[in-house]
């Protein structure tokens, strides 16, 4: 507990001046930021375009590769298809078609 009184109390004088500089700080205005906005905007701007012609080069090369194309896969008999009549008819279930 002591020990907290007497950091507590460094701490005090600390704040109070004790290696302080005699500079004040150094103040930003809206004019020196302004410099700063810029140059990022006009940054990030090039590197936007840079972004968007990489990915248009690289979208009309993996376009014009083409694509393989494989040879059909063999007929298993679980892919037969029915080629029977419904039992419901051609017309449909739910639908009556007047002839």
């Not at 012609?53 to 059909?72: D, M």
Request: charged fraction near 20%; aromatic fraction near 12%; include cysteine.
């Amino acid at each position: 507990m002591a020990f907290a009184g007497v950091r507590s109390s460094l701490l005090r004088a600390g704040l109070r001046g004790g290696s302080r500089s005699s500079a004040p700080p150094k103040r930003t205005f809206s004019s020196s930021a302004h410099h700063d906005d810029a140059y990022e905007t006009a940054k990030w701007e090039k590197i936007t375009y840079l972004g968007i012609a990489t990915c248009t080069i690289l979208a009309i090369y993996n376009l014009s590769k083409g694509h393989p194309h494989y040879e059909e896969p063999p007929a298993y008999p679980y892919l037969h298809i029915r080629n029977k009549e419904f039992p419901w008819g051609p017309d449909g279930l739910f639908e009556n078609k007047h002839h």
